[in-house]
């Protein structure tokens, strides 16, 4: 089970490296570092209203990344430097530029129902509005079709309908075209959200982990050592539930402990650290967290309670300058302003937590959030380009951040 140790490093391919090609050469910076997974965010040809989450082909690469034929060889190389490759699967909603959903505008067309409509926008009405500065609810007005099509996220991002198994046929052809392309694992984005019931908030349905243990099911019997990352924003104890006995997700994001470790910064108190990585214990053999401490989205703090969560975000943005929706986006560096000291201690606190670790690119030599324009989504500061000119510096440093996180990795490594 390679992946429940995994050291596994999110990244944007054009922000990191350019494109595919240029990625390749960039594994060994990777290798050194003591990577052996990666997370590519979404590479697929969108309209970029959500940096990728806007899928318009799931079988393509987006052309400014590069060709299939680069992503293939890219794969590749990194396999041959044993280096496993995640890409982002995501299952609940596609770009409105998406050719299933234009041709589901059509009234007539047996696409319709891939998608969710409504001739009165009213269904679901307990549902989450997971973007509710971009949109007042779910339920999206369409002039060509004449009705409304349901939206969690932002306007141009239309949800499946997972009622309907040519949707899951749909994904289960996708899943089989990139584990030919060299795809290792995927991570399934706004997992909680795949499945909808009137009456409910649409979230963690059993609908929904149904969904993924029959997907959970598929890849374990078509592919060897292919893995499902699950996203999931919930208490522990919910999140627990996407393991399922160890017949649903292989990997879950550890937000509850991501959401303890800045909380026992704010209060300087590492006890709330050990506390939360005993409620963390106890999850099928099978299965394993992948902890982190940043990633390319904001800091969910939903397990906490609301006065903690406030403690958090006030704690760390005191300005205010980071709110994403309820929460806050910053960067590690942006976090501990500049202290490598504070760095190191959350790498340490990382690598002591059972299950695969995530690092997010740029963390290992300290970047910050870059300056975006007001009223633009405050997420998008934490995901400017690579700064490889840091990085040189880093590397030839013995004493710089990334050499403390490269021994960090090291000593934390499989049989040490």
């Not at 290798?31 to 990666?38: H, I, M, Q, R, S």
């Not at 108190?269 to 299965?287: G, R, T, V």
């Not at 405050?378 to 995901?383: A, E, F, L, S």
Request: with cysteine; charged share 25%.
């Amino acid at each position: 089970m390679w992946w429940k140790e995994a050291v596994i490093y999110e990244l944007y391919v054009d922000k990191f490296a350019g494109n595919f090609p240029g990625l390749a050469d960039k594994l060994d910076y990777l290798k050194d570092l003591g990577v052996n997974c990666l997370h590519i965010l979404p590479h697929y040809p969108s309209p970029m209203v959500d940096d990728g989450y806007d899928v318009s082909d799931y079988k393509g690469v987006r052309p400014e990344l590069g060709t299939l034929d680069d992503f293939k060889k890219f794969t590749e190389h990194a396999h041959a430097l044993g280096i496993k490759i995640i890409v982002d699967l995501v299952l609940n909603h596609a770009s409105t530029m998406h050719p299933l959903f234009i041709e589901a505008s059509n009234k007539e067309s047996d696409a319709k129902k891939i998608f969710l409509w409504s001739k009165t926008g009213t269904e679901f009405h307990d549902a989450i509005n997971c973007f509710s500065k971009a949109k007042p609810k779910n339920w999206i007005w369409h002039s060509v079709s004449g009705e409304y099509y349901f939206s969690t996220f932002y306007p141009e991002q239309a949800d499946f309908n997972w009622k309907n198994q040519k949707v899951f046929d749909f994904f289960l052809d996708v899943i089989d075209f990139w584990v030919g392309m060299g795809a290792d694992g995927f991570r399934i984005d706004a997992a909680s959200h795949i499945a909808k019931k009137e009456g409910t908030n649409c979230k963690g349905l059993p609908e929904a982990h149904e969904i993924l243990m029959k997907l959970r099911a598929r890849v374990d019997k078509n592919y060897l050592g292919v893995i499902l990352l699950a996203e999931v924003h919930d208490s522990i104890i919910k999140m627990k539930e996407y393991f399922n006995k160890g017949a649903e997700c292989h990997l879950a994001y550890n937000f509850y402990l991501n959401e303890k470790i800045f909380l026992s910064f704010v209060r300087n108190d590492q006890a709330i650290f050990y506390e939360a990585l005993k409620e963390c214990a106890k999850i099928p053999s099978n299965s394993a967290w992948a902890n982190f401490l940043r990633n390319h989205d904001d800091i969910s703090l939903v397990g906490l309670s609301p006065s903690e969560s406030k403690e958090v975000m006030d704690g760390l943005d005191f300005q205010s300058k980071y709110r994403f929706e309820s929460y806050i986006a910053m960067r590690l560096a942006t976090i501990f302003n500049g202290d490598k000291d504070q760095i190191v201690k959350a790498f340490r606190m990382l690598f002591e937590a059972d299950g695969a670790k995530i690092i997010y690119y740029g963390d290992e030599i300290g970047m910050e959030n870059v300056d975006i324009e007001a009223g633009i989504d405050t997420r998008r500061g934490v995901r400017g380009k690579f700064d490889w000119e840091l990085a040189n510096k880093e590397i030839n440093d013995p004493s710089s951040l990334f050499s403390c996180v490269k021994s960090i990795i090291k000593e934390h490594a499989p049989g040490k």
